[in-house]
C-alpha cells in the first residue's frame, strides 16, 4: 500500500529539471535516471511534498484523461521510485496543497500518458567515486 506522501530521498538523491526533462542522481548508488511529461509534473509535486490524492487531484486538472488511469498510473510511477529509493514514504500529514488551477477556457489542455522512468547506469563508477563533487552543485 502506497504512503499518503512522500519526499524526495534527499541527500543521496539530487536532482534537476532541464528543458522538460527531470534529471535525476541517486548518489548511494550511482544510477541515474530520467522522466518527460507528466513525470516531470509529478516529480515537481514531490518536491512540494503533496499527498498522493492532491498529486493525483492536481494532474487531473492540468491533462485530460480518465481519473482513474491518472490515479493508477501515479500510484505504479510512484511505487517504481520507492523502489529505486529516490522518494522515501513520509507517515504524519502531508502538508497542504495549493488548490488545483482550472485550465483557461479554450487554453489546449494536453492528454495524459503515463509518465516512464529511464533508469541508466553508464556512470555508476564514476558517480560512485567522486560523490562528493556532485553533492556540491545546486540542488534542483
Same mark, same amino acid.
Given at each position: !500500500? @502506497? &504512503?499518503?506522501? $512522500?519526499?524526495?530521498?534527499?541527500?543521496?538523491?539530487?536532482?534537476? *529539471?532541464?528543458?522538460?526533462? #527531470?534529471?535525476?542522481?541517486?548518489?548511494?548508488?550511482?544510477?541515474?535516471?530520467?522522466?518527460?511529461?507528466?513525470?516531470?509534473?509529478?516529480?515537481?509535486?514531490?518536491?512540494?511534498?503533496?499527498?498522493?490524492?492532491?498529486?493525483?487531484? !492536481? @494532474? &487531473?486538472?492540468? $491533462?485530460?484523461?480518465?481519473?482513474?488511469?491518472?490515479?493508477?498510473? *501515479?500510484?505504479?510511477?510512484? #511505487?517504481?521510485?520507492?523502489?529505486?529509493?529516490?522518494?522515501?514514504?513520509?507517515?504524519?500529514?502531508?502538508?497542504?496543497?495549493?488548490?488545483?488551477?482550472?485550465?483557461?477556457?479554450?487554453?489546449?489542455?494536453?492528454?495524459?500518458?503515463?509518465?516512464?522512468?529511464?533508469? $541508466?547506469?553508464?556512470?555508476?563508477?564514476?558517480?560512485?567515486?567522486?560523490?562528493?563533487?556532485?553533492?556540491?552543485?545546486?540542488?534542483?
Amino acid at each position: !500500500m @502506497l &504512503a499518503a506522501w $512522500y519526499r524526495i530521498n534527499t541527500p543521496n538523491v539530487v536532482h534537476e *529539471v532541464i528543458e522538460g526533462e #527531470a534529471v535525476i542522481v541517486n548518489l548511494a548508488t550511482g544510477l541515474y535516471y530520467s522522466v518527460d511529461r507528466s513525470g516531470v509534473d509529478i516529480w515537481g509535486l514531490l518536491e512540494q511534498e503533496l499527498a498522493v490524492a492532491d498529486m493525483v487531484e !492536481m @494532474l &487531473a486538472g492540468r $491533462y485530460t484523461g480518465q481519473r482513474e488511469i491518472i490515479e493508477t498510473s *501515479v500510484q505504479q510511477f510512484l #511505487a517504481l521510485l520507492e523502489a529505486e529509493n529516490l522518494i522515501v514514504p513520509q507517515s504524519g500529514p502531508a502538508p497542504a496543497a495549493p488548490p488545483a488551477p482550472s485550465p483557461a477556457t479554450g487554453a489546449y489542455v494536453p492528454r495524459f500518458e503515463p509518465p516512464a522512468l529511464q533508469k $541508466y547506469s553508464d556512470m555508476e563508477d564514476l558517480l560512485l567515486l567522486d560523490p562528493l563533487h556532485t553533492l556540491g552543485q545546486t540542488e534542483g
